[in-house]
T-cell receptor, first 113, second 113 residues
Framework: QQQVKQSPQSLIVQKGGISIINCAYE??????FPWYQQFPGKGPALLIA?????SEKKEGRFTISFNKSAKQFSLHIMDSQPGDSATYFC????????????FGAGTRLTVKP | EAQVTQNPRYLITVTGKKLTVTCSQN?????MSWYRQDPGLGLRQIYY???????DKGDVPEGYKVSRKEKRNFPLILESPSPNQTSLYFC????????????FGEGSWLTVV
């Protein structure tokens, strides 16, 4: 049973376009929502994260939008670049919990030049 | 440089032949864990350890063992590998419970024939 559902599975965007990846969660105890970026041959690395007390967090071209009532959050990549081509994982956790992150299935993003 | 190092990076083995994937971190993190990554399933936790001599099952522990005798090391043991354990494995660490950023190793590709 996947606690974090991520879509789409793959995404192709033209250079300069906006990439949008969506995630939905079930457990209302989750209070930390990070996005991890994984390049081929590498391990995932933290990209950006949000806590549920804010609705949006922006870092450069990357923005997380968070909708607590809908139990959904999304990653927006503005002015997408070929160097952004990677697999993106959303995740959720309970900060005070013993267990670890619950990851989405991943989205493979390809940005065409 | 902060690192999670795992070995081997690539391994082809035969069914039933015991193998160990080593993992070491140099960040003095209390928490370490193992994940497997499979297409369409994202990252699933196998085992985790909250500190030396403290380990617990994740979501998919069947067929795996771990030990945590030293803080920096967390080996993953496959006593009798089977083809359904063919996967990409990641070791990860993080600072205790309060620190949520997970640092991943570069992954170990395991093929069981």
């Amino acid at each position: 049973q996947q606690q974090v559902k991520q879509s789409p599975q793959s995404l192709i965007v033209q250079k300069g376009g906006i990439s949008i990846i969506n995630c939905a969660y079930e457990n209302t105890a989750f209070d930390y929502f990070p996005w991890y970026q994984q390049f081929p041959g590498k391990g995932p690395a933290l990209l950006i994260a949000i806590r549920p007390d804010v609705s949006e967090k922006k870092e450069g071209r990357f923005t997380i939008s968070f909708n607590k009532s809908a139990k959904q959050f999304s990653l927006h990549i503005m002015d997408s670049q070929p160097g952004d081509s990677a697999t993106y994982f959303c995740a959720a956790s309970v900060r005070s919990g013993n267990n670890d992150m619950r990851f989405g299935a991943g989205t493979r993003l390809t940005v065409k030049p | 440089e902060a690192q999670v190092t795992q070995n081997p990076r690539y391994l082809i083995t035969v069914t039933g032949k015991k193998l160990t994937v080593t993992c070491s971190q140099n960040m003095n993190h209390e928490y370490m864990s193992w994940y497997r990554q499979d297409p369409g399933l994202g990252l699933r936790q196998i085992y985790y350890s909250m500190n030396v001599e403290v380990t617990d099952k994740g979501d998919v522990p069947e067929g795996y063992k771990v030990s945590r005798k030293e803080k920096r090391n967390f080996p993953l043991i496959l006593e009798s590998p089977s083809p359904n354990q063919t996967s990409l494995y990641f070791c990860a660490s993080k600072r205790g419970l309060a620190g949520n950023t997970i640092y991943f190793g570069e992954g170990s590709w395991l093929t069981v024939v």
